[in-house]
Nanobody, 115 residues
Framework: QVQLAESGGGLVQAGGSLRLSCAAS????????MGWYRQAPGKQRELVAV???????NYADSVKGRFTISRDNAKNTVYLQMSSLDPGDTAVYYC?????????WGQGTQVTVSS
């Protein structure tokens, strides 16, 4: 079992930046995938950025060049640096991890971007 705890959400003006953190309850070194999804009101949950099992990163087209995912294995933590935020980025952001076929989710953190 893995617990994921997000932090760093909040209210920011358009053009601003935020950094989200996701701390796992155990080592993330062998996770098959770990990253971030988001869900806006009335929309489906969508991938934002993720580390794959090969260590590569995948980003949604809408955030490429603005968001950066990073990790600190020593702290069992994955980060999402978000820049040039737009009201369209407003959503609940969820941390995600996969170990083999089992998926884990954090409780989510709200990001609100005002125009």
């Amino acid at each position: 079992q893995v617990q994921l705890a997000e932090s760093g959400g909040g209210l920011v003006q358009a053009g601003g930046s935020l950094r989200l953190s996701c701390a796992a309850s155990r080592s993330i070194f062998n996770f098959n995938a770990m990253g971030w999804y988001r869900q806006a009101p009335g929309k489906q949950r969508e991938l934002v950025a993720v580390f794959t099992s090969t260590g590569n990163t995948n980003y949604a087209d809408s955030v490429k060049g603005r968001f950066t995912i990073s990790r600190d294995n020593a702290k069992n933590t994955v980060y999402l640096q978000m820049s040039s935020l737009d009201p369209g980025d407003t959503a609940v952001y969820y941390c995600y991890a996969r170990i083999l076929l089992t998926t884990y989710w954090g409780q989510g953190t709200q990001v609100t971007v005002s125009s």
